[in-house]
């Protein structure tokens, strides 16, 4: 990370709430044509969530603490705030003096742009603004945000309006917190009601919808020069497994999430 840091563009997108099991499944059904053609190998990286719940989960991964690779460990970590001691830290880890990956960045010219979408990132009650306010820039509209059918069409449009407005020197950090994968998610499957209500076929449908519009996101990331993007779950969500529904909660189907970090090339 320290040849990208400072020559590329960077890239966070969570896809809040998606589950392990319904990601790699469409990847592998053929489901997701525009995501699995940037995943390594085509497939989905299996790992462990830092967070059970969508501001437990940022609050570390904007910390350094990226979801950690299923197997046994240390993992070395791409990014980290100088800690005596840290077993994660590596000679290629990007280190920063600062508490947050958001002003380590900004130490070395980034601009730090969040365009969020659950209400975590939503700025109508104090909490809402805790993870904002870590950026350089903010985004977040009703239209972004669970209840909205076009989320991520809404989210997508304001990224390539932020990413155009940049100077074309400024490098960039660009965050997105996908809502349309968070209940309620039941319109993105034909012939669902509210009435029935979320179900692991809606999630999956809501995965979907959002691989339809993902390439614009990534040609918009790309557009200035190559970008170096990671895409991943912040944790997942139960539909009744073992009598479960939700997260914030110690389940399989919370804490196991989907994973990838690729490069996107300019124009691409």
Known sequence: MNAVVGSHDLLLVTLDTLRHDVAVELAAAGRLPNLARHLPGGVWEKRHAPGSFTY???????????????????????????????????GRTFV?????????????????????GVGFFNRMPPLGSVLPDLFTESHWEPEFGVASPTSFEAQTARAEK????????QRLFLFVNVSALHQPNWFHQPGATAGA????????????????????LF???????RCFAIVCSDHGTAYGDDGYTGHRLGHEAVWTVPYAHFFLEPGA
């Open 219 to 225: 040609a918009a990331a790309s557009s200035r020069r």
């Open 197 to 216: 209500g979320d179900s692991r076929a809606t999630h999956a449908a809501a995965l979907e919808y959002v691989d339809r519009h993902i390439g614009r």
């Open 96 to 116: 920063y003096d600062s508490p947050d990956l958001l002003s380590g960045l900004e130490a070395v010219g980034y601009r730090t742009v969040c365009i969020g």
């Open 56 to 90: 437990a989960s940022h609050q570390a991964i904007f910390a350094g603490f990226l979801p950690t690779p299923a197997s046994p460990g240390p993992h070395p970590r791409l990014f980290a705030a100088r800690f005596a001691g840290s077993e994660t830290t590596a």
């Open 162 to 169: 932020v990413v155009a407005d940049l100077p074309a020197d």
